[in-house]
């Protein structure tokens, strides 16, 4: 069983879509994220959750909205589309703060 | 302010020569977490060691190894034995008691390992 799982692993649509991306995870974990990694790889945190609670809310244009339905779910929907929305989204969870933390496998965005 | 350096942008070996990959990070919380998470070709982000800031003692795990050293606030690590299959996109990353458990990573090394 895949612990964090994501979907789609590939996303690729035209400017001005609406687009969601799905995060579940199976390990319990009170606390999910969604991590951004550019083209020059790196890697920026967007949002946390801890109990379907927003704790993290970096400097993310509003276009982005998570949600969370429940504990073990954290979707991110992103409206009107822009090129430079292309990026790799990855979605992580953790038990405890900085106990450790697994990561999905990644959806690919590409904006076009 | 938190921040992770990862000094090395692209670093390219031959198979068995040993190679660390260098990390800085800045932080002013006393207790931190420090990360490592291999990235492969095929795009995950796979754990490779935690370490918590009252932890100093070197870890060692087959062919990888870490040196935190507190003195110079950093957290190296060295692959023993290249392996081609070690080629991947190394990250370095930080986590302090201060930031509600969000990981700051550096830029990432980029190692190649040639046959």
């Known amino acids: 069983d895949t612990a964090v799982s994501q979907t789609p692993k590939y996303l690729v649509t035209q400017m001005g879509n609406d687009k969601s991306i799905k995060c579940e995870q199976n390990?319990?974990?009170?606390?999910m994220y969604w991590y951004k990694q550019d083209s020059k790889k790196f890697l920026k945190i967007m949002f946390s959750?801890?109990?379907?609670?927003?704790?993290i809310n970096e400097t993310v244009p509003n276009r982005f909205s998570p949600k969370s339905p429940d504990k073990a779910h954290l979707n991110l929907h992103i409206n009107s589309l822009e090129l430079g929305d292309s990026a790799v989204y990855f979605c992580?969870?953790?038990?405890?703060?900085?106990?450790?933390?697994?990561f999905g496998s990644g959806t690919r965005l590409t904006v076009v | 302010a938190q921040k992770v350096t990862q000094a090395q942008t692209e670093i390219s070996v031959v198979e068995k020569e040993d190679v660390t990959l260098d990390c800085v990070y800045e932080?002013?919380?006393?207790?931190?977490?420090l990360f490592w998470y291999k990235q492969p070709p095929s795009g995950e982000l796979v754990f490779l060691i935690r370490?918590?800031?009252?932890?100093?003692q070197n870890e060692i795990s087959g062919r990888y190894s870490w040196n935190f050293q507190k003195s110079t606030s950093s957290f190296n690590f060295t692959i023993t034995a290249s392996q081609v299959v070690d080629s991947a996109v190394y990250f370095c990353?930080?986590?302090?008691?201060?930031?509600?458990?969000?990981?700051?990573f550096g830029q990432g090394t980029t190692l190649q390992v040639k046959p």
């Open positions: 992580a969870s953790s038990q405890e703060d900085s106990y450790g933390y697994t």
């Open positions: 390990l319990g974990h009170d606390t």
């Open positions: 959750y801890n109990n379907k609670e927003l704790i």
């Open positions: 932080t002013r919380d006393t207790t931190y977490y």
């Open positions: 370490r918590n800031s009252f932890d100093e």
């Open positions: 990353a930080l986590s302090g008691s201060s930031n509600t458990g969000k990981l700051i």
